[in-house]
């Protein structure tokens, strides 16, 4: 398959992943805090048709009245919405483009010799083992007895899930890594609404059609479920875009990253949650989760800010000098991809247009340059060999003004 092709296919594939994205992850949100924004009807009509909570709202210039039944209404409707297809195609798109390119480029996305010596079928089989078996553990898990002890359940959620981003980032990429982290959370929570959420509804359904009594049960399993994939949501999305970030991925504890930003992303999705209750506590929301992730985030970006450039240029090397050896390895290990026709193999076009072909196109891209060099991201997967000495050699240069 061209370069050329796969490209075109990534762009199609990221587009269809993030609007079915926004489409499950939009739904999600608004039934979470729609759940949590319920009152209890103060109309006995509704009392005895078996309303549990109703909940009045204006938007687009009209009214709407949200109800909930506490189990099931006493005849179906004839017309009943469902919410799946959204997470249905978002992991349909999410596991295209992880074929398409972190297993079928897994040479240049997923594997990093220096991180793991692992073969492509090596890496694509641990990649597909972390994302099955992480849904098996979860699901054994949810299914044993701590779910009757949810905090429990959350904190052994979490460890095993810091476990799991620990593991990734020592087996492949830090590119590679963050996306296969959040494949195994997006699968988890596809999964749960496919075997849990949406088999609930339809067990609900079947009872009424059926002349049944609905199992209550069945549909408190699922609120459990939806309630874990709405924590889950902030930590996926980071992933997504994390690719774009080298700052993230290619840092030296990359793995201590990934916990701070998907942990700092589950406490600021809990202060919303709460916040959707406060209608409870008298309007009063403790701000403690919030506060907690902006520290989380603030502490790893100073951890991540970059550190002052280490004195020791030669004294007999003048700016001339520098930048003609800078030259000739940009010319070496950057240009291979990074111009106007790339001449490395997989490459059609200049990753995010930067060409690095010509010394002016160099010195404008020298604070671009700088971050990518350092950590490692760059060249991608090293497929052209840049060896330390020569990675040193570009950053004391820029560290040292880019002189030319």
Avoid at 136 to 157: E, F, K, N, S
Avoid at 187 to 215: C, H, L, S, W, Y
Avoid at 269 to 279: G, N, Q
Wanted: glycine share 10%.
């Amino acid at each position: 398959m061209s370069a050329f092709v796969i490209e075109f296919l990534g762009l199609l594939g990221r587009w269809v992943h993030l609007i079915t994205g926004i489409a499950w992850i939009g739904a999600s949100f608004y039934f979470v805090w729609l759940d949590d924004h319920l009152l209890p009807p103060t109309d006995e009509v509704l009392v005895r048709k078996g309303v549990g909570g109703e909940l009045w709202a204006v938007h687009g210039g009209g009214f709407y009245n949200a109800q909930k039944y506490r189990v099931a209404p006493q005849v179906l409707p004839q017309s009943l919405h469902w919410f799946y297809w959204e997470a249905y195609s978002t992991f349909l798109s999410g596991i295209f483009l992880l074929c398409l390119l972190y297993y079928g480029q897994a040479e240049i996305y997923l594997i990093d010799p220096s991180v793991a010596a692992l073969t492509k079928p090596e890496a694509i089989a641990i990649s597909i083992g972390f994302i099955v078996g992480g849904w098996l553990v979860y699901d054994t898990l949810c299914r044993g007895p701590l779910v009757r002890r949810p905090a429990w359940l959350a904190a052994v959620i979490a460890i095993l899930s810091c476990a799991a981003a620990y593991g990734l980032c020592h087996l492949f990429s830090g590119r590679g890594a963050f996306i296969q982290f959040g494949a195994m959370l997006g699968t988890i929570m596809v999964a749960n609404v496919f075997f849990v959420i949406i088999p609930g509804q339809r067990e609900m359904v079947r009872a009424k059609q059926q002349g049944r009594e609905p199992d209550a049960q069945a549909g408190l399993r699922g609120k459990i479920r939806s309630v874990h994939n709405t924590y889950f949501t902030l930590p996926v999305l980071f992933t997504m875009i994390s690719n774009h970030y080298a700052l993230t991925f290619g840092a030296r504890h990359n793995w201590l990253v990934l916990i701070a930003i998907s942990f700092a992303g589950v406490l600021i999705r809990a202060y919303f949650v709460d916040r959707h209750k406060r209608h409870l506590r008298g309007g009063r929301t403790s701000p403690w989760p919030a506060l907690l992730g902006v520290a989380v985030l603030a502490a790893a970006a100073a951890a991540l800010a970059p550190r002052a450039a280490p004195e020791g240029v030669a004294a007999a090397s003048t700016p001339a000098a520098e930048f003609s050896a800078v030259q000739h390895i940009v010319a070496e290990r950057c240009v291979p991809c990074h111009a106007a026709q790339p001449t490395e193999p997989g490459f059609s076009t200049a990753p995010k247009g930067l060409m690095l072909d010509t010394p002016e196109d160099i010195l404008i891209h020298v604070s671009m340059i700088g971050p990518q060099v350092q950590t490692r991201a760059m060249p991608i997967g090293n497929l052209t060999g840049m060896t330390d000495p020569e990675r040193s050699r570009l950053l004391d240069w820029i560290g040292h003004g880019a002189r030319h």
